[in-house]
């Protein structure tokens, strides 16, 4: 994209929130760190809010209300447009999908559906995570940038110094997985892989679980297993989250099952930066997400989704510290050279000047 010349360009920032109002992690992410990055500093003015004001661009974000509805999205359309405002929709996940994979979960309901392809159609511009959503959303607007997501280094201070050097001084070696409640079918996948490998090194390896978990009954499952449920006490917020995982997380190992489907199909790398800023290899599903970015045995290890291939990645990486430290290694490097808003805030900035100036 060519860059254009502007500089103070008000952007006010609609972010998701649910009941609570504060931003959820995907908007730390997607807009409100990248957007007040230095890089962005002298080009925008940025405000964020749950509530419309007056800016010259309006970045509304995923499904911006819990409980949203065609008409609050059609009434803020109509400030908008009388205010003169750009409008950007900025999604980072094909939520038009997640209803058939994950409705019992999101509780999505259909008036949501319907504002999202609303916003999607009315938006002056739409700013996307992957290639493979820009092509699901291209049906409902042809002005269609793709940002990948990449990381605020200012939180990864503690990695990127050495201060939190990724060495396990336990007896046990740690198996790690981060997820949220919408990742249960992920986790569930590769159950009985866990299960098996725990087993076979009872007293020698442990898995730690971050995050939250809906079916309670994954856990049931691990009954007499070595898991140990990670508490982040009151480190909940994005920020706050990160700076604490760069310096508690001792990690051997990471894990990211993910689903092959309509709507995993359009989700981000996100799991690989994360783990691999932090100086931990991985084990990542091989679909579309990771492969267009893990090498394989290189920055990072390909299983297909099947119990028998994710137990041969166990078995070679619990018994190959060599392999896991130069997975660790090159993957960090390459996050840390490629994949930080040092390096990535820039394309925020140009996209948001191409939609603007052709608004």
């Known amino acids: 994209m060519t860059q254009v010349n502007c500089k103070n360009i008000s952007i006010h920032v609609l972010y998701e929130h649910s009941n609570t109002t504060s931003p959820h992690g995907s908007s730390f992410i997607r807009l409100l760190l990248p957007l007040t990055h230095p890089t962005n500093q002298e080009t925008f003015l940025v405000s964020q809010g749950t509530r419309f004001q007056a800016a010259d661009v309006t970045i509304v974000e995923r499904t911006w209300k819990s409980n949203i509805t065609l008409s609050q999205a059609e009434k803020l359309v109509e400030k908008v447009r009388r205010n003169g405002t750009c409008l950007i929709y900025s999604i980072d996940d094909n939520l038009l999908d997640l209803k058939f994979h994950a409705i019992a979960q999101n509780e999505l309901a259909d008036e949501k559906l319907m504002v999202i392809r609303y916003l999607a159609r009315e938006a002056d511009g739409i700013i996307v995570s992957t290639h493979y959503l820009q092509q699901r959303l291209s049906i409902l607007n042809s002005n269609i940038f793709v940002v990948p997501n990449a990381l605020d280094e200012r939180l990864l201070e503690s990695s990127i110094s050495g201060e939190s050097e990724q060495q396990n001084y336990q007896h046990k070696t740690v198996i790690g997985y981060m997820g949220t409640r919408s990742h249960d079918d992920d986790l569930m996948m590769i159950l009985q892989a866990l299960r098996t490998t725990l087993r076979k090194y009872s007293g020698q390896i442990e898995l730690q679980l971050i ?5 309670v009954s994954i856990l049931k499952a691990f009954h007499n297993l070595s898991v140990k449920v990670v508490d982040v006490g009151g480190n909940d917020k994005y920020p706050d989250f990160m700076r604490w995982m760069s310096q508690n997380i001792k990690w051997d190992l990471a894990i990211a099952p993910l689903e092959d489907n309509l709507f995993t199909r359009c989700k981000s790398d996100i799991k690989f930066l994360d783990y691999s800023a932090l100086g931990i290899p991985g084990i990542y ?16 290890y390909l299983a297909e989704n099947h119990s028998h291939a994710w137990i041969e990645a166990f078995e070679i990486l619990l018994n190959d510290h060599t392999l896991r430290q ?3 290694k090159q993957a960090q490097a390459y996050v840390l050279s490629t994949r930080t808003l040092k390096h990535c805030a820039q394309d925020w900035q140009d996209a948001i000047l191409a939609i603007h100036t052709r608004s």
């Open 326 to 328: 130069k997975l660790a």
């Open 285 to 300: 599903s091989d679909v579309p997400p990771y492969q267009n970015t893990v090498r394989h045995l290189e920055t990072g």
């Open 211 to 215: 995050g939250s978990i809906a079916d």
